[in-house]
């Protein structure tokens, strides 16, 4: 057994001590698989680092059947972003830097528990310690310059210091107890930790270099887990001294000791916001082991995070004090997870047994329409972006779909069958006045607001083949804009309204062109070997992305919109479509299976920081930007 999980009151703290042991179990694991060692590390895929802006962005570590991996997602579920792609190992401990830029955190990757350091985005990826020893717990000092850590290299569990590039690594307690869980105070002058060496588990402080370790407190009792105020006058820590396990505040000169926690459960973990105003720390009292934020004398206690199926521990708050990282033995894996100080962690907005698809934000971003086969058909519903006030807009025995809001958001066009044939209707955004916008024996469908809400494309098969066409809102002022004996299809507004661009296998084969709105001034923006589809004009009408299959496989591909500068943005073997616009141009979002199941990705329009967005054995489609 693990030293260290010899050093841990046995009423409180197995998951922790357990998970440390699973790191050199999973290490063994993946090298008996064949997980190579020595190999330069990479980021899983080239990363963007997430913003603040419009969406509060959280991230968080998953582990799968086949790998654990840490991820960043937004407030709306949209957003994921894996910042490690390697299989066979576990990641713990995760240990902001001061500026928040870089994450140090646990690994076994290389088939033994070390430390590791990468960009806050999962690029950079550093190992900083190499031994046989088992490495965790790091600790960031508050200069940037240099980590704490825990690591029983020397046969005893002891602490140790490296600079963040590796070098200079110095080990500050040497003694025959188990020391552990440094803290550093904010001025980098000492470190808290927890200790064995005057044979109980107490809270010691010692000076930077390790000289002059002085014993906090001292009880009959379990004292573990420090943490220092940021204003550098009180210690949060854990204790089982009233009965139990909660959590405790004292001043670093051992004076004002106060209990702020008294729960049945287990409270353990403590961190501080970096206002020095909150408290996070690890409880069980909801019959599972989730994270909780309370105010500094214990009231307000709130719950922030939970997972049925693991026991959350050892939070710790980002310095912007937006985002709390914490430990996870989901699935049997330890793992780190972060997420939003407001406890909204990922967010699945539908949860029935149906099919639920083809989803369209309202222009205010407040509200998303889609279909759903819920009450046995498809219809039209609305909800909130949380999930809530769902309301059911149609209701008939045929299919309602493809629901799609007018730039005001007054009115919803949408598809249904329910006069025999595919047509196009029309109804309030609040279900009432349903109007009948085409007639005729052929499929329309396709249907597009033009930006100022005066018109409706579509394309439609009423004359044999399918064309693209232009009508008011009411359904009058119809014009066929094409008419070729190939398909012309799926158009799309440019952001003046002045022309559409379409697909078409007018000439031989599937390309894109543009058209002006009265008809006039078709332009064949591509012209490849391949089919070309899909097309999305950028949001300065400047470019048009389309999905491509021109170079054996389907790819996302650019273009300027008098059909220059081609530029294939994904360039993977696997299939790849779908390409969407953010509201300001500067991301595209697209779907792709080249990490063995189908996911949605985003790339910037230079084909730089490509970003996977989500990471679920199931299929995922649709990407749909929020309006901003």
């Known amino acids: 057994m693990s030293s260290l999980s010899l050093t841990r009151p046995a009423s409180r703290a197995a998951a922790p001590a357990a998970a440390c042991l699973l790191l050199v179990v999973l290490a063994l694991t993946a090298a008996a698989c064949g997980e190579e060692s020595g190999e330069p590390i990479q980021a899983g895929t080239p990363q963007p680092t997430p913003t603040r802006a419009g969406a509060d962005f959280l991230a968080y570590v998953s582990a799968g059947q086949v790998r654990t991996q840490i991820y960043t997602v937004s407030e709306f579920g949209y957003g994921v972003t894996s910042l490690s792609g390697r299989t066979g190992f576990t990641n713990g401990y995760a240990s902001w830097s001061p500026d928040g830029a870089r994450i140090a955190f646990g690994s076994a990757r290389e088939g033994d528990a070390d430390i590791y350091t990468m960009n806050s985005d999962g690029s950079s990826q550093v190992r900083l310690t190499a031994n046989p020893g088992l490495d965790s717990l790091p600790a960031w000092s508050p200069d940037g310059k240099r980590i704490a850590f825990v690591s029983e290299r020397d046969g005893n569990t002891d602490i140790y210091l490296t600079n963040t590039d590796g070098s200079g690594e110095t080990r500050l307690t040497d003694n025959a ?3 552990s869980f440094p803290d550093w105070s904010p001025d980098g002058s000492r470190i808290a930790f927890e200790s064995t060496r005057d044979g109980n588990l107490d809270i010691y402080l010692m000076n930077a270099d390790g000289s002059d370790p002085v014993r906090l407190v001292d009880s009959p009792a379990a004292d573990v887990e420090p943490a220092w105020s940021p204003d550098g006058s009180t ?32 409270d353990g973990d403590p961190d501080w916001s970096p206002d020095g105003s909150r408290i996070v720390f690890y409880s069980d009292r909801d ?28 939070p710790a708050w980002s310095p912007d004090g937006l985002r709390i990282a914490f430990s996870s033995n989901q699935s049997g894996r330890l793992t780190v997870e972060i997420v939003d100080a407001n406890g909204s962690p990922l967010t699945r907005l539908t949860d029935r047994p149906s099919v639920d698809q083809s989803p369209a934000w309202s222009p205010d971003g407040v509200r998303l329409a889609f279909q759903s086969n819920r009450d046995g058909n498809d219809e039209i519903y609305v909800m909130d972006a949380d999930g809530s006030n769902l309301v059911r807009l149609t209701s008939n025995r045929v299919p309602d779909n493809h629901p799609r809001w007018s730039p005001d958001g007054a009115q919803i066009v949408f598809e249904s069958e329910r006069d025999r044939f595919p047509e196009l209707y029309v109804m309030t955004a609040d279900g009432t006045e349903v109007r009948r916008l085409t007639e005729s024996r052929g499929r329309d469908y396709a249907a597009a607001w033009s930006p100022d809400g005066a018109l409706i494309a579509f394309a439609s098969e009423r004359d044999g083949d399918s064309d693209v066409y232009v009508m008011r809102p009411d359904g009058g002022g119809l014009r066929r804009l094409t008419d070729s004996p190939g398909p012309d299809e799926d158009p799309v507004w440019s952001p003046d309204g002045a022309r559409l661009a379409f697909e078409s296998e007018r ?12 008809g006039t001034g078709l332009v064949r923006v591509t012209d490849g070997p391949g089919r070309d589809s899909s097309p ?14 021109r170079d054996g496989n ?21 299939g790849e479509t779908t390409p969407r616009w953010s509201s300001d141009g500067s991301r595209l979002a697209f779907v792709s299976d080249r990490d063995g199941s189908q996911e949605i990705y985003a ?16 299929a995922d489609s649709d990407p749909v930007w929020r309006p901003r």
């Not at 702020?260 to 287990?266: C, E, I």
């Not at 019959?287 to 050892?314: C, E, H, P, V």
């Not at 000439?507 to 009265?518: A, E, K, M, Q, T």
């Not at 650019?558 to 073997?573: E, Y």
């Open 603 to 618: 790339v910037n329009p230079d084909g730089s920081g490509l970003t996977r967005l989500t990471n679920d054995p199931a």
């Open 287 to 314: 019959g599972r082991r989730d994270i909780y934020k309370m105010n500094l004398d214990g009231s307000g206690a709130a719950q922030l995070a939970t997972r049925k199926s693991s026991a959350l521990f050892a």
């Open 536 to 549: 999305a004009s950028s949001p300065d009408g400047a470019r048009i992305a389309f999905n491509s299959d």
């Open 507 to 518: 000439d031989g084969s599937r390309d894109v062109y543009l058209i002006n709105v009265d």
């Open 177 to 179: 107890a188990a020391d």
């Open 235 to 266: 210690i949060a820590f854990a204790s089982d001294r009233a009965g139990n396990t909660d959590i405790f505040t004292i001043n670093v000169d051992g004076t004002g000791l106060t209990q702020l926690t008294n729960d049945p459960s287990a």
């Open 554 to 574: 389907s790819e996302v591909y650019l273009v300027n919109a008098d059909g220059s500068a081609l530029t294939n943005l994904t360039q993977s073997p696997a």
